[in-house]
């Protein structure tokens, strides 16, 4: 089936319009019905939220496509943000926060896709994900107990040989910002914070300083090599896995 797929480009101002006439024939007027009797337009604008870039944030694909829509017709509408961004919401003729939405043409309609950055800064040294919404640790080396003597991360083995460098355990313990469930993550949620346009790190640095280029351990077992777990290589964000009792960095998560 064809699409229409709307891209952003160049992010200079508050918003930028995209006009789908849904009609037949020749049709493109804008005005009453959209160019003919039950034919009606879609204007899409793709804006960020209190902030200007000049990045390409994402897109919004519309399904079906074509120039044969009349009255009653239902559209798809998906909005997907570029890697540094997230999408938020849906403001003017649909709303909510979920991704992929239909609309049904019975009038011109216009819809708002609204994005944010991909993570928010907390001011706690928290960083929350707005993608996942999971909240990170922004800098682990101004913990208690997850830095050494000058300030540098601490590293720790997965679990088990010396339970005071025991990753899986210090971030069990953790008591930070008002919050006590903090955790190890899961390999997925790791490589859900690499940003692979970097190396050395591969990550933000703006939202994650002090990130060694280096291995940081999850908590997903290897299940093909048993008394192994993987972690996410920062230096290039692969991943791997080795013996619990290798020392590595962590970076502690905990779920919305």
């Known amino acids: 089936m ?7 480009g160049i992010i200079v101002a508050a918003a ?4 789908l006439i849904i009609g037949c024939g020749n049709a493109t ?6 160019g003919g009797a039950g034919l009606y337009s879609l204007t899409l604008d793709l804006t ?7 990045e390409a944030i994402g897109t919004v694909e519309v399904i079906p496509a074509g120039r044969s829509f009349s009255s009653g017709t239902i559209l798809v509408l998906t909005a997907e943000a570029t890697s540094h961004y997230a999408f938020s919401s849906w403001e003017g003729d649909l709303t ?20 944010c950055h991909h993570f928010t800064d907390n001011g706690d040294n928290t960083i929350t994900d707005n993608r996942t ?10 913990v208690t107990g997850f830095y050494i003597v000058g300030g540098f991360p601490k590293q720790f083995y997965w679990d088990g040989l010396d339970l005071p460098n ?22 997925v949620e790791l490589q859900t914070i690499v940003d692979n346009s970097r190396t050395n790190p591969s990550i933000d640095p ?4 002090s990130t060694q280029s280096l291995q940081y351990w999850s908590s997903t077992a290897d299940d093909s090599n048993p008394g192994n777990y993987y972690y996410v290589d920062f230096s290039n964000g692969t991943s791997g896995s080795y013996g619990a009792y290798t020392p590595s960095f962590v970076r502690p998560v905990r779920s919305p």
């Open 29 to 34: 007027g804008g005005g009453g019905g959209g």
């Open 2 to 8: 064809k699409k229409h797929h709307f891209i952003l």
């Open 96 to 115: 909510g926060s979920v991704q992929t939405r239909t609309v049904t043409i019975d009038a011109n309609k216009s819809i708002t896709a609204c994005f």
């Open 166 to 187: 025991s990753a899986s355990a210090a971030c069990a313990s953790l008591n930070y910002v008002g919050h006590t469930d903090w955790r190890l993550p899961t390999l």
């Open 16 to 19: 930028i319009s995209l006009t």
């Open 133 to 142: 919404g999971l909240m990170w640790i922004k800098n682990p080396a101004l």
């Open 48 to 54: 960020t939220e209190g902030f200007v870039t000049t």
């Open 206 to 209: 703006t939202y994650f300083p």
